[in-house]
């Protein structure tokens, strides 16, 4: 039975992406992984020797952060002193890749641990590095062409109904007003 009366259209939800959708479920699988690897090395071993290794391996996490946030420290000061830029790769390049081993190295957790002890090996550094840097590269090749001004001049705004108004600010400001760094008293 049909009134007559047109049926309202709701504009399409967007596609998740395949990160948004599957990086919840590979957090739970790696977790109980890691609980798992726990419990068997308990059984094969003792609880004591999973704690002595739980915090040995947040005690080196604590050190490697430290060293390697104080050497980014040490090559920002050089770079300071010397006018350059701090990105030179020849000395502090795998600070990044450091740092985030040694907080794998801090989570509970053997594979954690595992991986932590993987990323500061110097050569595996190197090669994530050069990888994530072609990455980068690849990806802002391939971004829409425009400066970050062009961004900030346009405005969107999303109506009630899920339509995008696009538009422009201008601003019109009268050129020959005093500058006065004090407001107005009385408007």
Same mark, same amino acid.
């Given at each position: 039975?049909?009134?007559?009366?047109?049926?309202?259209?709701?504009?399409?939800?967007?596609?998740?992406?395949?990160?948004?959708?599957?990086?919840?479920?590979?957090?739970?699988?790696?977790?109980?992984?890691?609980?798992?690897? !726990?419990?068997?090395?308990?059984?094969?071993?003792?609880?004591?020797? #999973?704690? &002595? @290794? %739980? *915090?040995?391996?947040? +005690?080196?996490?604590?050190?490697?952060?430290?060293?390697?946030?104080?050497?980014?420290?040490?090559?920002?000061?050089?770079?300071?002193?010397?006018?350059?830029?701090?990105?030179?790769?020849?000395?502090?390049?795998?600070?990044?890749?450091?740092?985030?081993?040694? !907080?794998?190295?801090?989570?509970?957790?053997?594979?954690?641990?595992? #991986?932590? &002890? @993987? %990323? *500061?090996?110097?050569? +595996?550094?190197?090669?994530?590095?050069?990888?994530?840097?072609?990455?980068?590269?690849?990806?802002?090749?391939?971004?829409?062409?425009?400066?970050?001004?062009?961004?900030?001049?346009?405005?969107?705004?999303?109506?009630?109904?899920?339509?995008?108004?696009?538009?422009?600010?201008?601003?019109?400001?009268?050129?020959?007003?005093?500058?006065?760094?004090?407001?107005? *008293?009385?408007?």
């Amino acid at each position: 039975m049909t009134t007559g009366a047109p049926t309202p259209t709701y504009p399409a939800r967007p596609r998740r992406s395949r990160l948004r959708t599957f990086l919840p479920l590979g957090v739970a699988a790696w977790l109980v992984l890691e609980i798992w690897l !726990l419990t068997v090395v308990a059984g094969a071993s003792s609880g004591i020797t #999973v704690f &002595l @290794l %739980l *915090l040995a391996g947040f +005690v080196l996490g604590s050190v490697v952060i430290k060293r390697a946030g104080r050497r980014a420290f040490q090559n920002l000061n050089e770079a300071l002193q010397r006018g350059g830029a701090p990105s030179d790769s020849s000395k502090g390049g795998g600070n990044g890749l450091m740092m985030l081993g040694g !907080l794998l190295l801090m989570i509970p957790g053997l594979v954690s641990d595992a #991986v932590g &002890l @993987l %990323l *500061l090996v110097p050569p +595996v550094q190197k090669a994530l590095g050069r990888y994530a840097e072609r990455t980068v590269d690849r990806k802002l090749r391939e971004a829409a062409q425009g400066t970050l001004g062009d961004a900030f001049q346009q405005a969107r705004m999303h109506r009630p109904d899920g339509k995008v108004v696009q538009g422009e600010v201008i601003r019109d400001e009268p050129s020959d007003a005093p500058e006065d760094p004090r407001p107005p *008293l009385t408007r």
